[in-house]
Structure formats: structure tokens, C-alpha cells
């Protein structure tokens, strides 16, 4: 299977970062093709509602950005793994734009299952980012593979790690 992985992450060396590591390894140790776009550090503007990619721009956006690197490995994912921080209650910035990025084709062309992989320094506050996951999975008609959140200051742990590699075994 041909798995995207969005890293939200603008830390480099931060939890969300190492979790998508660790995740990318199991998954390549067990067989998939993982590509991870680092979004929190590219240029992405969100989706301007210009409506050119429903018109004459024929599912293509009119803005020429990082997301342009991101659409080929997003259009040939069999599934996408949202890895983000949550910084106050919601996706980063970076993320968030990657998502609106969406509306030009409605959804990625061949991803059928999705998952999310969520870090905080706080407990309780991923409900409104679930909401909009699953409300966006029902809208493209995608299954949820799964959904994975680690609080606190210590998550980066071998407790958190092992959670995540049998995640990525189990797909």
C-alpha cells in the first residue's frame, strides 16, 4: 500500500516529527511505500474559494506553492495519515491549509482509508480536530484506519512508540 504521511509538524525535532518516524519505519518494515511531506516547513497558502480549479483549471489550483511537491504522491496514496500538533485546539496553520488544499478534486484520487496521529502537551483537546476528521471522511466517503493522540511533556516515550509501530504493522 502506497501511504502519504502529512507531517504538520513546523519542529523538526519535535513529537509529532518522531512519531512520524517511527510510523514511516513500521510501515516500510511491513511491506508499504511511505512518502512523508513535511508540510510544517513548506510554503502552503490555504485555498483561496477563487473556484479556478472548478472551471477552466480543470481540478489544477491557480496558486503555485509547496503543495504543488505534495498533489502527485497525494494522488497516488492508497491512504493518508494526518500526523499534527495541536496548538489550541486545532491543526497547525500548515495543515490546515494542506487540508483546504483538498477542495480543488474533492479528495485525494485513490485514497480510500485515512488516519490521524495527534500530539499535545495537553489532555482534551483533539475533540474539535476528530469532528472534522470524521465529518471530512464522511464527505469522501473514506474509511478511518485509526486515530492515535499522545499528551503530556514526556510523550515521547517507547510506551508511545510501540503503540505507533503496531499501529503501522496492523494496516
Not at 58 to 76: F, G, R, T, V
Request: aromatic fraction near 10%.
Amino acid at each position: 500500500m502506497k501511504i502519504m504521511v502529512l507531517n504538520g509538524s513546523p519542529r523538526v525535532n519535535g513529537s509529532t516529527s518522531a512519531f512520524t518516524k517511527v510510523f514511516k519505519e513500521a510501515a516500510e518494515a511491513s511491506g508499504h511505500e511511505v512518502t512523508v511531506a513535511p508540510v510544517g516547513g513548506m510554503k502552503i497558502n490555504g485555498c483561496l474559494g477563487c473556484e479556478f480549479c472548478h472551471g477552466q483549471g480543470q481540478s489544477k489550483c491557480i496558486q503555485h506553492d509547496d503543495m504543488d511537491q505534495i498533489y502527485a504522491h497525494l494522488n497516488e496514496a492508497d491512504m493518508v495519515v494526518i500526523a499534527s500538533p495541536v496548538y489550541y485546539w486545532g491543526f497547525t496553520g500548515q495543515m490546515q491549509s494542506v487540508i483546504t488544499r483538498f477542495y480543488n478534486t474533492g479528495k485525494p484520487a485513490n485514497a480510500t482509508k485515512y488516519a490521524m496521529i495527534l500530539s499535545s502537551g495537553s489532555p482534551g483537546v483533539y475533540d474539535g480536530i476528530v469532528s472534522q476528521y470524521k465529518s471530512i471522511l464522511r464527505y469522501i466517503n473514506a474509511e478511518d484506519a485509526g486515530i492515535l493522540t499522545f499528551w503530556g511533556d514526556d510523550k515521547q516515550c517507547e510506551e508511545n512508540y510501540e503503540k505507533i509501530r503496531a499501529f503501522a504493522k496492523s494496516l
